[in-house]
Nanobody
Framework: QVQLLESGGGLVQAGGSLRLSCAAS????????MAWFRQAPGKEREFIAV????????YVADSVKGRFAISSDNDKLRKYLQMNSMKPEDTAIYCC????????????????WGQGTQVTVSS
């Protein structure tokens, strides 16, 4: 059974940092890319960042570029989203997702999703 499990969410003050983790299991993901999306109350799901499974290629959305970074651990089974200089508008549920479609900016291209982790940034 394929599983993506996020962790690391929580409450942080504006200007602070959090690191989210996504652990993958249940299949071989070598041809997949893994992305982070977020969804705030009343808003559409937003693409944040994507990384190839090898970790060799990354892309971060302009809306968070310079503050957020996506990375992979050495065994490539865990992906991270480092969030720095956080703002109240970063408050959302953050989900990781995996895709082998070759198109990575739309949530509709993703086959597997985690349950999400809540991130709340207080002002």
């Amino acid at each position: 059974q394929v599983q993506l499990l996020e962790s690391g969410g929580g409450l942080v003050q504006a200007g602070g940092s959090l690191r989210l983790s996504c652990a993958a299991s249940g299949r071989t993901f070598s041809r997949y890319a893994m992305a982070w999306f977020r969804q705030a109350p009343g808003k559409e799901r937003e693409f944040i960042a994507v990384i190839t499974w090898s970790g060799g290629c990354t892309y971060v959305a302009d809306s968070v570029k310079g503050r957020f970074a996506i990375s992979s651990d050495n065994d490539k089974l865990r992906k991270y989203l480092q969030m720095n200089s956080m703002k109240p508008e970063d408050t959302a549920i953050y989900c990781c997702a995996a895709s082998n479609s070759g198109s990575y900016f739309s949530s509709s291209q993703y086959d597997y999703w985690g349950q999400g982790t809540q991130v709340t940034v207080s002002s």
